[in-house]
């Protein structure tokens, strides 16, 4: 399934390109305060690029790179949570909420039928890393060694999911399309260490869960350990 949980056929679904289009645009109102020219800001510039390839409207993205100056314009937090989905599967989501005590709240009601940890109560079972999903016809191997990536695997739909260091995320990005790959979004992430199996019942049961908490307003990511 891969380190970052998706729901099946979200991409698909009509309502799903405005969540996609909310999300992206917190992240990039909160990159662009550390400079909003993409060019001297790689978080910012890898989050432009992930917007255009969601065929983002080019006028919701100057709204969304101009936001972090406006004095009236809403502030964002960024929160993590951690716990258990259920059948103790370590899961952890990450929040961009402009009202912490709500957020908190609703989190808490959504795990009732798992378990939410305190910080760091399963944080100890993933690995944070840069996330490089990529299309190319370009060997995958060949592409993670040179571009300096860590390792590999294949995902959904032909994409190829490089991992790197945290602070190589950048450099592996511009090295990956001279290889034949191209990149299409990019991030920092949570790899879990030991990823579960589960049965198919079981499994559904997750599945159940982790939707239910992904169609939060305030949910950017979650990552699960299958």
């Not at 502030?75 to 909420?97: K, M, Q, S």
């Not at 920092?188 to 869960?209: I, Q, R």
């Not at 982790?210 to 350990?225: E, F, R």
């Amino acid at each position: 399934m891969g380190s970052q949980w998706k729901a099946k056929h979200r991409d698909a679904a009509a309502n799903a390109r405005g969540r996609i289009f909310g999300k992206l645009c917190k992240e990039i109102t909160i990159a662009a305060r550390n400079g909003n020219d993409p060019d001297m800001n790689p978080k910012l510039r890898l989050l432009v690029e992930q917007a255009k390839k969601a065929s983002m409207p080019r006028e919701t993205l100057e709204r969304a790179l101009k936001k972090h100056a406006d004095k009236d314009a809403v502030n964002y937090d960024a929160l993590t949570y951690e716990g258990f989905t259920p059948h103790r599967v370590a899961v952890i989501v990450e929040c961009l909420t402009d009202n912490v005590n709500r957020t908190a709240s609703e989190m808490r009601v959504l795990f009732r039928k798992g378990q939410l940890g305190n910080s760091g109560s399963v944080a100890w079972d993933f690995d944070h890393v840069g996330m490089v999903e990529a299309q190319g016809a370009g060997d995958a191997e060949t592409a993670a060694i040179e571009a300096g990536a860590q390792d590999f695997e294949a995902a959904d739909e032909g994409v190829v999911l490089f991992y790197t260091e945290p602070a190589d995320l950048d450099l592996v990005c511009k090295a990956l399309p001279n290889f034949g790959f191209t990149v299409q979004a990019a991030k920092l992430g949570y790899k879990p260490k030991n990823p579960v199996d589960l049965g198919e019942a079981e499994l559904a049961e997750v599945e159940n869960f982790l939707a239910a908490i992904d169609n939060h307003d305030d949910v950017q990511n979650v990552y699960v350990a299958l």
